[in-house]
């Protein structure tokens, strides 16, 4: 029995070497994917190489290169019209942007002053420009002087075109008809709104049928679609803006309810301003 000890350690030698050899293969393997990994973790996010390339195209002053980076249509705050191609970009661009904001985006770092936001997309600073993953804008939010300006005019106007008794607003909302009605909201101050109805066939300069005020707004979720509410005695009045949904939905409803029972329901199907 002793000389049968020997001879099976010295058989089960080689067959240590060799586990051992395979244990540091293996090792030296899972070392390696580890530091391709690492690299990999340390990688800039997709969105800033986006990013980077856009404020390339803002550094280099082209207004052409500009004007194709965009996802139209363009919208702009009521009463100032939406921007639908790049020939609109062109000819209202010192309306949305000026030297001061392309200069804090040509001089923006992609890793500190833009943030992604998920399926909204990549926020610059506070908000004041966005844009998709594609790297084209979806919203500016900045204000130019000459965009406040035109803004301003256009809101003076605005109160020539409304029955004297309604010419009291800070600002217009929107303007829609449905299949029978003529619809107005109007901010009066920051947090109230008024809304004004007519028939269809009526013009907004004439007496409204009916006029609510102290309205609210309420935003749902982070996409954009909202709902302002107004209150009629036992009758409660919603206008839905939808900013996103299926590509069927109409821009926008009336819905009338009684005591929580729908006793009208309208979709809008032109929107005049706003959205």
């Known amino acids: 029995m002793n000389r049968i000890g020997p001879k099976l350690i010295s058989c089960a030698e080689p067959l240590v070497r060799i586990s051992m050899k395979l244990i540091t293969a293996t090792i030296l393997a899972c070392v390696i994917s580890l530091s391709f990994s690492c690299s990999l973790w340390s990688a800039e996010p997709v969105f800033e190489n986006t ?40 000819e209202v661009y010192d309306e949305i942007l000026d030297e001061k904001i ?5 001089t923006s770092r992609a890793s500190s002053d833009w943030s992604e936001m998920g399926w909204r997309g990549i926020m610059f600073q506070n908000g004041s420009l966005w844009l998709d993953e594609e790297g084209r804008i979806t919203a500016i939010n900045y204000e130019t002087e000459k965009g406040k300006h035109k803004r301003a005019e256009l809101i ?6 409304v029955h004297s008794g309604l010419r009291n607003f800070a600002e217009p909302v929107l303007e829609w008809e449905t299949a029978k009605f003529r619809i107005r909201i109007d901010r009066l101050t920051d947090d109230k709104f008024r809304y004004s109805a007519w028939p269809v066939h009526k013009k907004t300069t004439e007496q409204p049928d009916l ?10 979720g982070s996409g954009g679609n ?50």
Do not use: W
Request: charged fraction near 25%; aromatic fraction near 8%; include cysteine.
């Open 51 to 90: 990013v980077k390339h856009f404020i390339k195209v803002v550094a280099s002053k082209d207004r052409m290169a500009l004007a194709h980076v965009v996802s139209y249509p363009l919208q702009r705050r009521t009463p100032l019209s939406s921007i639908d191609n790049p020939g609109q970009f062109l």
């Open 102 to 106: 392309v200069t804090a985006i040509s």
């Open 156 to 161: 003076k106007a605005d109160r020539s075109n």
């Open 211 to 220: 006029v609510l005020r102290n309205g609210s707004v309420t935003f749902d």
């Open 226 to 275: 909202h709902h302002y509410d107004f209150e009629n005695g036992p009758y409660h009045y919603r206008c839905i803006v939808n900013v996103i949904g299926a590509e069927m939905d109409p821009p926008g409803e009336l819905r009338v309810t009684r005591l929580d029972k729908v006793v009208l329901s309208q979709p809008v199907v032109k929107v005049i301003t706003g959205r």
